[in-house]
């Protein structure tokens, strides 16, 4: 078997050094041995552990609470298990070109109308499927920088376990969770691409690498971003993010790139595990309660109600040890308030019974929000590429990863001092303006990120609007976007109805703040800058959009009204922070006011983050997992799945 394993390994990279035709490879799923997913709805009466959701975060706990242990775990999913889809999810260029965008393994969401933004709805999908947004991402792994870390370790005022959330333990997790594999020398060149071994993991389930192919046009990027002085980062994974370069992406040579996400990553390599159960086509409609835990730790979970539609019946699991939400910055404060845990009057106005009164579930949701300047190229694009009747060699691997992270200095210059100085200034003014609740708590939560992001991010080394380099454009287009890294703009997720199958209520009150408009809108100005330098201006026949109409920042603010959208990077809504701040989790990530109930994944950070945020919530779910086995006396697992001599590889 060994020699097996090293003869596909080698065959596998001189396909890749070849340029062999793509071929997507067989899915390991496909092999007879399920992998723990339950078909058939048959699952036991009880398990140890209940995980609700099955994406990113809930597909890494299972992975990593099954493992080494007696422990029973389950995932509750409400999507299926994506083997319908199994090309255009494995596919890194089918992101692009097909897509699970409106299928039935999208939520599907969509925001409240915008005030800022001539109340427009902004569509937000989500996957719905095994492996979540994971399975239809498009597959950045850029990870924050130290001090935007560390700020969240700060921000818990030195509680039980707030250690674990500093920047060298994180890192340390991102590092577990990851395999990554050098580009190819004729990628590197093409790309111009600079990297280092340094910061990546080298042993972990998922794969991080670059495409097999590199559209020609992509190489400009950093000697471009060089010439106007922003820094070539070799390490952006290191904990200084600042800079261009181009990123890895969650795809696996290895296996014809095929994309590497949570459920192929973690889940399909697994041998069998009796332990393990996992159900898709369940939604989970309600948390169910007894009595207190001992020592008053709260109300105690029994169980967790599910269904596999709105007219199906409802079944529950029971729960012996916790129930772990895991459904992601929409999915589990959605769950919290379909279970009565909540603000009393957000729960009341949905007509849900008031089980814990808990007013931070829901609040401080922070977004990307982002707009693009489109040029017109006479280069070749990628669109253009696939629109051809010849399509090079592993074309299909190809995704933008071309980025660069610019700090508030770059983009606002000798005006940054006073930006700082007037975001602090009108702080108390616009918490009370700006928060959606009248609790204190969750207004003294605002106050403290507020001057964390303004006192420690601000005047920092950590991005304040990245640049993405996009030449995926209609018509021969290709664009540069800006987004907004840090929003001081604060939004909410909350429901209006019972009905766990009714979509919540999603507000992210993108550019409510004024900083957020001039931050943004100066980063949009650079953008334009870029595409208007050498060597990208060499092919760059005109610019389509806004055009050169579009001069003041009256004109600026304006357009960006009319075509701001987003990144979908969605965070904080079930954020860590002290209780008297509004907080809904510990730095143990459990639930106050419930005994054995968690929130495990990255709704739980309680700022933004200069990142794609697949990366850090692999290392936020790694070290989770850790955190609660360590509760029950059982130490952490390392970077590989399963031990050699229990692998059903070792033979």
């Keep these: 078997m060994k020699r097996l394993a090293r003869f596909l390994l080698v065959t596998a990279h001189l396909f890749l050094v070849l340029g062999a035709p793509w071929t997507s490879p067989p899915d390991s799923s496909e092999h007879p041995i399920k992998r723990g997913i339950v078909h058939n709805g048959n699952i036991s009466d009880a398990y140890d552990f209940v995980i609700c959701g099955g994406g990113l975060a809930g597909l890494v706990l299972a992975s990593r609470l099954s493992q080494g242990s007696s422990y029973t775990v389950l995932v509750l999913e409400a999507g299926d298990t994506g083997d319908a889809f199994k090309d255009i999810i494995n596919i890194p260029g089918y992101a692009y070109y097909k897509s699970l965008l409106g299928t039935s393994a999208d939520w599907g969401y969509n925001t409240w109308p915008q005030n800022e933004l001539l109340n427009r709805t902004i569509y937000w999908p989500r996957g719905k499927v095994l492996g979540g947004s994971t399975a239809m991402n498009a597959l950045y792994m850029v990870r924050p920088s130290a001090i935007e870390v560390d700020s969240i370790r700060d921000l818990q005022n030195g509680a039980d376990g707030s250690d674990n959330w500093g920047w060298f333990s994180l890192w340390g997790a991102m590092e577990k969770s990851e395999t990554f594999v050098p580009p190819t020398q004729a990628v590197a060149t093409a790309g111009n691409i600079l990297y280092t071994n340094a910061s990546h993991g080298l042993s972990g389930p998922l794969v991080s690498s670059y495409p097999g192919y590199m559209v020609p046009i992509v190489g400009n990027w950093t000697s471009t971003l060089g010439g106007l002085g922003f820094p070539l980062n070799a390490d952006p994974n290191g904990g200084n993010g600042v800079g261009a370069f181009i990123a890895t992406s969650s795809m696996d040579p290895s296996m014809g790139f095929n994309r590497s996400y949570s459920k192929s990553a973690y889940i399909d390599p697994l041998p069998p595990r009796s332990n393990l159960d996992i159900l898709p086509n369940a939604t ?64 009341t106005s949905a007509g849900v019974n008031i089980t814990l009164e808990l007013p931070g579930v829901g609040q401080h949701l922070q977004d990307h929000p982002n707009a693009a300047i489109v040029f017109q190229t006479t280069s070749q694009t990628a669109s253009s590429i696939e629109a051809s009747s010849s399509q090079p060699p592993n074309f299909l691997s190809f995704v933008n990863s071309a980025v660069a992270f610019a700090n508030a200095t770059q ?216 955190i609660i086995l360590g509760a029950y006396g059982l130490p952490p697992t390392g970077s590989p799945l399963v031990d050699a001599a229990n692998s059903i590889l070792s033979c």
């Design 284 to 347: 989970v409609t309600r948390l169910i309660f007894g009595g207190q835990g001992s020592n008053s730790a709260g109300l105690v979970a029994t169980g967790v109600e599910y269904a596999a539609s709105s007219t199906a019946p409802r079944k529950v699991v029971n729960v012996r040890k916790e129930v772990i939400l895991a459904g992601g910055p929409v999915g589990s404060p959605a769950m919290l308030f379909h279970s009565g845990v909540g603000a009393r009057d957000i729960l």
């Design 411 to 626: 983009i606002l210059g000798n005006a940054t001092a006073a930006f700082q100085s007037a975001v602090l200034a009108n702080l108390t003014s616009l918490v009370d303006a700006l928060v959606p609740s009248t609790d204190n708590t969750v207004k003294a939560g605002y106050r403290a990120t507020y001057t964390a992001q303004a006192t420690n991010i601000t005047l920092s080394d950590a991005g304040a609007i990245e640049f993405m380099f996009s030449v995926l454009g209609a018509g021969n287009t290709i664009s540069i976007q800006a987004g907004l890294q840090h929003p001081f703009s604060r939004g909410h997720i909350w429901i209006s109805s019972p009905d766990p199958f009714q979509p919540p209520v999603i507000d992210p009150a993108y550019l409510s703040h004024p900083a957020d408009v001039t931050l943004l809108r100066e980063g949009l100005k650079m953008a334009r800058t870029i595409g208007q330098s050498y060597p990208l201006n060499q092919t760059i026949t005109a610019e389509v959009s806004p055009g050169p109409s579009v001069q003041t920042d009256a004109d600026w603010n304006a357009w960006m009204s009319a075509n701001v959208g987003t990144e979908w990077h969605a965070l904080c809504t079930c954020v860590m922070l002290p209780l008297e701040q509004g907080g809904v989790v510990d730095p143990n990530l459990k639930v106050y006011g419930l005994s054995n109930v968690r929130v495990a994944d990255s709704s739980v950070f309680p700022t933004q983050l200069a990142a794609h945020h697949q990366s850090v919530t692999y290392g936020l779910s790694e070290q989770a997992a850790d």
